[in-house]
């Protein structure tokens, strides 16, 4: 019944190395994300995919290539990683945005992925 | 670049006390949520404010957009343990990107 799952939860690694963090929603919705919450526990977008489509790149780094898939999933691939990296990486997904003028549509969020780079 | 701050950054309460949290910005939002976030799991929606000056309550908690949508406050009534968590507040630009808040870290204590 797991609405945004993110996988792993804990992923430990060396500086250099290469990883990928997985999500996916049973939700239906179009629309995914990717957000980055620092130790300060402050929460910044990353990307945002709208149908299979790149919507929001929020000056990250190339060593960062979401991928999506399907619209039901959307992956995180890191190249080169470097201590700066180390954080919590949260997926989420929402409906379609209303018109404009509208309120957003609820985030739901996945349970997050606690990346450690030594 | 729009900021949105939060104060307090810590509060700690004992059970039973009123607190306010309050989410500023120099920057105009067409609305703003709240989250509440526990440790080990991500945001959970608590609220959505679209018109300024509205005043939404949800049991013991109230939200207010500021009148010209640029502040937002949190007030929790007679709080309660299970009200401990970090609370974010996020505005939506035009793009209806959320800008998230600076946080305000919540322990109530028994």
């Known amino acids: 019944d797991t609405a945004v799952s993110q996988t792993p939860k804990y992923l430990v690694t060396q500086m250099g190395n290469d990883k990928s963090i997985k999500c996916e929603q049973n939700l239906g919705h179009d629309t995914m994300y990717w957000y980055k919450q620092d130790s300060k526990k402050f929460l910044k977008i990353m990307f945002s995919?709208?149908?299979?489509?790149?919507?929001i790149n929020e000056t990250v780094p190339n060593r960062f290539s979401p991928k999506s898939p399907d619209k039901a999933h959307l992956n995180l691939h890191i190249n080169s990683l470097e201590l700066g990296d180390s954080a919590v990486y949260f997926c989420?997904?929402?409906?379609?945005?209303?018109?404009?003028?509208?309120?957003?549509?609820?985030?739901?969020f996945g349970p997050g992925t606690r990346l450690t780079v030594l | 670049t729009q900021l949105l701050e939060q104060s307090p950054q810590f509060l700690s309460i004992q059970e039973g006390e009123n607190l306010t949290v309050y989410c500023n910005s120099s920057?105009?939002?067409?609305?703003l949520q709240w989250y509440r976030q526990e440790p080990g799991e991500g945001p959970v929606l608590l609220v959505t404010?679209?018109?300024?000056?509205e005043v939404k309550k949800l049991k013991r908690l109230t939200f207010q957009f500021g009148d010209a949508r640029k502040d937002s406050s949190l007030h929790i009534t007679a709080a309660q343990p299970g009200d401990t968590g970090l609370y974010l507040c996020?505005?939506?630009?035009?793009?209806?990107?959320?800008?998230f808040g600076t946080g305000t870290r919540l322990q109530v204590f028994p």
């Open positions: 995919y709208n149908n299979k489509e790149l919507i």
């Open positions: 404010v679209v018109t300024g000056g």
């Open positions: 996020a505005g939506a630009d035009n793009t209806d990107k959320l800008i």
């Open positions: 920057s105009v939002f067409s609305s």
């Open positions: 989420a997904s929402s409906p379609p945005s209303p018109r404009s003028g509208g309120a957003p549509d609820t985030q739901y």
